[in-house]
Each structure stands twice: as structure tokens, then as C-alpha cells.
């Protein structure tokens, strides 16, 4: 099993970047492809990018491909995702997720989920 804490979240002014943070616990964090989600309220949660286990694929979501980059450190069972160029459509809830699949991009492809943390962009 595999526990996540998202940080790094906030208040941040367009055209600003952010790095989003998930601390993960369990010691088979490096066995598990790690992924990035948001939600805004009234709209389903939505894939932005995900991470295998050996960071050798990388996938991301149409809504930030260009913009940002995810990277993880498996001796800090930790994954990161840098957003550039942030936008006010940015506004959501992110999460990081596991699965024991390689490098998913479908939500119901993860099992365990963080609680989220809030960014909001301002214009």
C-alpha cells in the first residue's frame, strides 16, 4: 500500500511557474508508476501526466504537454511536477496517484490517491 501528501500548492499569478510535491509512504514506492491529476469544481478530474517506475516514460495530458515536466526520486519516495506558464484554467484540486500499472493515463488505472492540494491562479 501506498500513501501520498501532496504540497506545494497556493495562490500563484498567471504566467507564474509552481512545483507540486508528493511524499509517498511504503517501501515499494519504486515499484509503482506515479501520476498527476487535477479536478475544478464541476468538471471531472482530469490526467496531466504520469511517470513510470524507472522515470524511462513519460506521458502528459493535452492540457499541459509543452508546459510542465514530472520527475520523481525513489530514495525520497517523492514525485514532483513543474508547471510553467501557469494560466487561471489552472485553477483545481492536484493530486498525485500510484498504480501498480506501467505509466497509466486513465483515472480508474490508479489505486491509491493523495487528498489533494489547492492551486488557484489569479489573473
Known amino acids: 500500500q501506498v500513501q501520498m501528501v501532496e504540497s506545494g500548492g497556493g495562490v500563484v499569478q498567471a504566467g507564474d511557474s509552481l512545483t507540486l510535491s508528493c511524499a509517498a509512504s511504503g517501501r515499494t514506492f519504486d515499484t509503482y508508476a506515479m501520476g498527476w491529476f487535477r479536478q475544478a469544481p464541476e468538471k471531472e478530474r482530469e490526467f496531466l501526466a504520469t511517470?513510470?517506475?524507472?522515470?524511462?516514460?513519460?506521458f502528459y495530458g493535452d492540457s499541459v504537454k509543452g508546459r510542465s515536466h514530472i520527475s520523481r526520486d525513489n530514495a525520497k519516495n517523492a514525485v514532483y511536477l513543474q508547471m510553467n506558464s501557469l494560466k487561471p484554467e489552472d485553477t483545481a484540486v492536484y493530486y498525485c496517484?500510484?498504480?501498480?500499472?506501467?505509466?497509466?493515463?486513465?483515472?480508474?488505472?490508479?489505486?491509491?490517491w493523495g487528498q489533494g492540494t489547492q492551486v488557484t491562479v489569479s489573473s
Open positions: 496517484a500510484a498504480s501498480q500499472t506501467t505509466a497509466p493515463m486513465r483515472r480508474n488505472e490508479y489505486e491509491y
Open positions: 511517470i513510470s517506475w524507472d522515470s524511462a516514460r513519460l
